[in-house]
């Protein structure tokens, strides 16, 4: 069993290499696309496994648990590596269209496949240190990818993004230590249980802040994320996409694991935190996005405000909210990406990134504005496109916990994300362009059109498919959900059976 | 308006097909109907959240999907013609369309939610309908105003909604008006009742959530006449009649719907005369009517109820008329201002007919449905029990100036002289867009001179529904006899004939009163523009730019964060126990500190990050001292390459600006200081605890007879742990990659 727990890992970095090699040629794009395509299939594959039976685990290096690395996948991480394959293999063929020779030469496709090899490692590893190793691969890889064209606001931003990251890293680091010296194990199932007999429980719940810091800022929570919005607007529109899609959710990915698996002995105190972390980050999130103009500013923005009610669906940590938070992160990530890559296309036919100095799209290029509604009144949170339900599960869970507050509060910022999402609508699209200029798809070659829609159009189908039958997707979260509030079925596949 | 010559083809075709077959359909329902009441079909969709698509066809849903197929039908002929060859009518047809199914998925879904999905699906499709002059920004602005307004009270009736259905314990309609009693004495009904108005009267345009009504008219007129009077602002009013069996009889609706409906006819009527556009004065005559019909189903009286039923049908027809007829007109002649139209009825005379009969209707005149509606409203108002003489007054108010404006919309544009060149010669229009009125006004009359026609078919069951079938309708009739409602009649024809006599005079004084008064419409830029204002002041607040900044509050809310939880949890470390100190100890603590000042009080760059090269080099002392040499020489390795590293980075990097600097930070030495005690603490803390030993154990006794490696922390790193390893070759590999195409892409853009 435990090639298919290797594979997803081991397909990127192959990939990697190749595509290294081959970075003079034309071949070094389609090996990223054949070796997304392939981390597809193995996705599916584990996938299907999980699906049938259960939480599964293997020992790398064959040395038992806790002493080796196991790699464990339960139906949330599973999920997490599918849609990282669905967003790669996207993102990978968008990339056709959208990256020039020069960063393919300076390594873009290898870049690209280690950062999803980390995040990958990241949703399957079973051990702490491991998951910071993963850590440190996606930040040195996601460094690498934001700087590669090398302009000042993209440096500015990278070491904006870099610093503030590492902070993060050497907090996550700390904190291992802490753990460690407290329960003499890394292992995470191991942990679950070693932390039932920690003493001072009281120290647990200190090391567990430490946590909930270091992955906070990886999520991006308030007051934590200024490296996002300093950040995500400069490189490539592949890179920023794969970013918005994929970078933050591995720390909410963490934060879910760490505070449901582990640190679950306090959650009076750590998860009313997370509550009012979940409130402040939802606001500020979608002020922040509303004081923008610039296309992908005013889209970082929304995935601080978005992380928000992932972390609500954490705080209220009903089986209710984690079934939301499982179904927000994966309509999330699909939406999220997907908005990114039409903001390139739409940088490319209008000439800007400032709404307000572009538009004409709606009239010119009425394929786009399709695309791009569909992805943006999800991301609102309209009905019936897969963020409503997102929301919906999210706002029932709140409302029956009796937070009435908080349910408020999340539907308040639901109307403010329509504002924003409107405003780049009423801007880009309906208004007619400043310069007189007619946008159309047409004025980007064959040979680039078409791999970035099919790309766009994937996503958009898969967030349409997602409203309208929402049914599997919710059953399937609720089984996940369940997992996460019942882990003996995950210590149990990682430590054998009990006895 | 129309462009080119060419038809719209499919586009034009298909909307006019699925409208006309989906009326026959429902059409074809009525006996049914009539018979068993209510049909109910149920389909599954999200079963997990207990949603599903199930349906319901009774009186006031059939009504309801008579109207919106019917007056559909006759919409999407009209817009055939009245848009002809527009570039955009592929798009328009098929939001017209897609509004119109969802209308009906709305006034047939039995599951709240299900309604809630259609419902959004209105705002959505109206949302493009009203900007579909989006080059302007005036369009852009009416489209906005709509979304927000109405998406604002639908995420409170979201809430409410699932209050509704938590209550009940089902979400759907057929459990949830039996439920009645229950859900009025449940501890949230107050909450349950307050969402839902917040979602019925932004989406009905009541008073003060109006203003976005008036606005909306930015639409094409077919537009208009069918989602924003016809049929979409009705939506609310469907609601409050929907859930009227469940939510109605308590004071605390009663008040709400009555002086909401009240107060919106009254005003509405008033600011209706007070217009010159044809169109916005339209406009607000739906407003007039949405009071109505919400101030009716505020009450219980079979009466009020009877009202409501019929003059939700009087309304449709005249109204939706009297629109497509301003649409000829302004299609004909170019302008839909009062005081320039005239004399139309020699180059119109269909329309004008046409029009004649709606405003006659309109205005409540016999032998019309209208009359036998007003009839039926003084009865309603008169049966209010609190306060009858309030709610007779404001109903006999409102329809005395609708009986003005009626005049001044569908009478004097025809038939008074013309007075001003019009902009364009009056014509006849196509007979596409003269089927709608027509029809509608035909029926006006038709339906008053024979009201059973309505009574059996649709009133009496729609009346049941509203009432939860605790009530009879009463009857429609012509003559009732000389009664209260009679002479309320008459009083209403005087007052309002009087008030069309001296409408000009009346309409100036009316504009300088409004003028003067509170303008929410006005009040919405300078709203968006706080919103603006305190975004962007947030925004430079937060995300200033600075990295100093955010590194700062990032170690504080670290700081703040552990030091709380300390303090929260009394985690507090007892003084650790000091062994023998030796000089040598206090040399290298000595060294840590001074690199730490260094770094921290030194202006050059180079030379704090050579402190910070000492404070590592004491930290590899302090390995060496405690007998661990082989991690000691790495810390040596590693401090050297990043102190020469960063050195070089920095050298390359000129563009890290020093801006906004001072050397003197106490703020940070104080927050570095404590940061560096809290976590100090915690560490004594933990050293408390035992170590288990479980890990170190195995390792030491597998390394050699399992792994074949006699050093256990190479055993480690290749073996026990080798995915770590080759994750971080990985990261060493790829940080030398990212150096390479940093060094390639900034090479020669030094300055």
């Given at each position: 069993m435990s090639w298919i727990l290797a594979l997803p890992i081991a397909v990127p970095f192959a990939t990697a290499v190749l595509a290294f090699l081959a970075r003079h040629s034309a071949a070094g794009r389609w090996l990223s696309v054949a070796g997304n395509a392939a981390l597809l299939v193995a996705a599916v594959l584990l996938m299907g496994t999980v699906w049938n039976e259960g939480v599964i685990a293997a020992q790398m290096g064959g040395w038992p648990a806790p002493f080796g690395i196991t790699l464990v996948a339960d139906l949330l991480s599973g999920v997490m590596v599918l849609i990282t394959a669905i967003t790669g293999l996207a993102v990978s063929v968008y990339a056709l269209g959208d990256i020039n020779e020069r960063k393919e030469y300076l390594g873009y496709h290898a870049l690209f496949n280690v950062l999803i090899a980390g995040v990958c490692g990241a949703f399957l590893t079973g051990d702490l240190f491991n998951l910071y190793v993963w850590f440190e691969v996606m930040l040195i890889a996601s460094f690498g990818l934001l700087i590669l064209g090398g302009k000042p606001e993209q440096i500015d931003g990278g070491i904006k993004y870099v610093t503030l990251n590492l902070v993060s890293t050497i907090l996550f680091l700390s904190g291992i230590g802490l753990l460690y010296g407290m329960t003499g194990t890394l292992n995470m199932a191991d942990l679950a249980q070693a932390v039932d007999g920690v003493e001072n429980q009281g120290l647990l719940t200190v090391v567990a802040m430490t946590f909930m810091i270091a992955f906070g800022v990886k999520a991006a929570v308030f007051p934590l994320f200024f490296w996002l919005p300093a950040a995500y607007h400069t490189p490539a529109f592949s890179v920023s996409a794969v970013f918005a899609g994929l970078l933050t959710k591995v720390g909410v990915y963490a934060l879910i694991r760490m505070f449901t698996l582990i640190f679950d002995h306090d959650t009076g105190f750590t998860h009313t935190i997370l509550l009012w972390v979940a409130a402040f980050t939802m606001v500020t999130g979608v002020l922040g996005a509303a004081a923008q103009s610039d296309f992908r500013k005013i889209l970082s923005f929304h995935i601080v405000s978005q992380i928000g009610y992932m972390i609500l669906g954490l705080a209220l940590y009903t089986p209710m909210a984690l079934v939301g938070a499982v179904f927000y992160l994966v309509h999330h990530i699909v939406v999220k990406a997907n908005l990114f890559l039409i903001a390139g296309v739409s940088q490319r036919i209008t000439g800007g990134s400032d709404v307000y100095r572009i538009g004409g799209l709606y009239k010119s290029a009425p394929l786009l504005a399709v695309l791009f509604i569909i992805p943006a009144f999800s991301l609102a949170g309209f009905p019936p496109l897969s963020g409503f339900w997102a929301k919906y599960i999210i706002v029932k869970a709140a409302l029956e916990a009796q937070g009435w507050l908080i349910a408020g509060i999340a539907l308040a910022v639901g109307l403010m994300t329509i504002y924003s999402m409107t405003k780049i609508w009423a801007e880009a699209f309906w208004k007619a362009h400043p310069d007189g200029r007619q946008p159309r798809l047409t004025d980007m070659p064959q040979a680039h059109r078409r791999p970035m829609l099919l790309a766009i159009g994937g996503l958009a189908t898969l967030t349409v498919i997602i409203g309208l039958v929402p049914e599997p997707f919710v059953q399937f979260a609720e089984r996940a959900a369940a997992q996460l509030l019942d882990p003996a079925a995950y210590v149990a596949a990682v430590l054998g059976d009990p006895g | 308006m129309a462009g080119g010559r060419r038809g719209n083809g499919l586009a034009g075709v298909l909307p006019i097909a699925i409208s006309a077959a989906l009326f026959l359909y429902f059409l074809a329902m009525i006996p049914d109907v009539a018979a068993s009441g209510a049909l109910v079909i149920h389909w599954q969709w999200v079963p997990s959240l207990d949603i599903a698509l199930s349906w319901r066809l009774d009186g006031l849903s059939l009504t309801f999907a008579l109207l919106i197929s019917g007056i559909g039908t006759l919409v999407m002929l009209y817009s055939n013609s009245y848009l002809r060859g527009h570039p955009q009518y592929a798009r328009f047809a098929l939001f017209l369309t897609s509004f119109m199914l969802a209308m009906l998925g709305l006034v047939l879904s039995d599951n709240l939610i299900a309604l809630f999905v259609f419902w959004e699906l209105t705002t959505i499709t109206s949302y493009l309908l009203i900007g579909f002059g989006h080059e302007t920004p005036k369009g852009r602005r009416s489209a906005l105003q709509a979304l927000f307004v109405t998406g604002a009270g639908a995420l409170a009736m979201l809430a409410g909604l699932i209050l509704l259905g938590r209550a009940a314990g089902s979400f759907e309609l057929s459990d949830i008006l039996r439920m009645g009693p229950e859900i009025r004495a449940h501890e949230h009904y107050t909450a349950i009742l307050i969402l839902v108005l917040a979602g019925a009267f932004t989406k009905s345009a009541q008073v003060p959530f109006h203003f976005w009504l008036p606005n909306a008219m930015a639409a094409p007129t077919p537009v208009s006449a069918f989602l924003h009077s016809a049929t979409m602002v009705k939506a609310g009013v469907y609601l409050m009649a929907r859930l009227h069996p469940t939510l109605s009889g308590t004071d605390a609706w009663l008040w709400s719907l009555t002086i909401a409906g009240a107060v919106t006819a009254v005003y509405a009527s008033f600011k209706a005369l007070s217009q010159t556009d044809l169109k916005q004065a339209l406009a607000y005559t739906t407003l007039m009517a949405l009071g109505t019909l919400t101030l009716f189903l505020g009450q219980q009286s079979g009466y009020a109820i009877t009202a409501f039923a019929t003059f939700l049908i009087v309304h449709s027809l005249y109204k939706a008329a009297l629109f497509l007829v301003v649409g000829c007109i302004d299609h004909a002649t170019g302008t839909r201002e009062a005081e320039v139209l005239g004399g139309l009825a020699r180059a119109m005379p269909i329309t004008a007919a046409a029009a004649a009969l709606s405003a006659l209707s309109m205005a409540g005149f016999p032998p019309f449905l209208g009359f036998i509606g007003k009839e039926l409203k003084y009865a309603g108002a008169l049966a209010v029990a609190s306060e009858p003489m309030f709610v007779a007054g404001a109903v006999l108010l409102s329809n005395a100036l609708m009986l003005a404006v009626a005049g001044v919309v569908a009478f004097r544009p025809f038939w008074r002289r013309n007075e001003q060149p019009l902009p364009r010669a009056p014509h006849e229009a196509p007979w596409p867009m003269l089927a709608g009125p027509v029809i509608l006004a035909i029926l006006g009359a038709l339906f008053g001179l024979w009201p059973d026609l309505l009574q059996t078919t649709l009133v009496d069951r729609t009346v049941q529904a509203v009432t939860g079938g605790d009530l009879e309708a009463k009857e429609l009739k012509l003559w009732a006899g000389v009664n209260m409602p009679l002479i309320l009649s008459i009083a209403t024809f005087v007052l309002g004939l009087l008030l069309y006599a001296v409408h000009r005079p009346l309409r100036r004084g009316l504009q300088a009163f409004f003028a003067r008064m509170i303008s929410l419409d006005g009040r919405w830029d300078g709203f968006l523009d706080a919103v603006k204002g305190l975004s962007a002041w947030q925004t430079r607040t937060i995300?200033?730019?600075?990295l100093q900044s955010y590194l700062t509050i990032t170690f504080a809310v670290v700081l703040v964060t552990l030091g709380g939880t300390m303090l929260a949890r009394q985690v507090w470390p007892a003084a650790p126990e000091v062994g023998e100190v030796r000089w040598s100890h206090i040399a290298i603590v000595l060294l840590i500190i001074g690199g730490t000042l260094l770094a921290a009080f030194t202006r050059s760059r180079i030379t704090a990050v050579a402190g910070l090269g000492v404070v590592g080099i004491g930290v590899a002392m302090v390995f060496i001292v405690f007998g661990a040499p082989d991690v000691a020489i790495t810390q040596l390795l590693v401090e050297t390459l990043v102190v020469v590293l960063v050195a070089v980075a920095m050298l390359r990097l000129p563009f890290l600006d020093r801006k906004g600097e001072s050397d003197w930070r106490p703020g940070h030495l104080l927050l570095g200081t404590a940061l560096g005690a809290t976590v100090t603490a915690i560490l004594l803390a933990v050293l408390e605890t035992p170590l288990d030993r479980r890990l170190t154990d195995f390792f030491e006794t597998a390394s050699w007879p399992e792994a074949f490696g006699r050093n256990v922390v190479n055993v480690i790193l290749v073996d026990f742990r080798a995915l770590d390893t080759f994750g971080e070759i990985a990261v060493v590999v790829i940080a030398a990659l990212a150096a390479y195409a940093l060094l390639r892409t900034t090479a020669g853009r030094r300055p």
């Open positions: - | 995300q200033n730019g600075r």
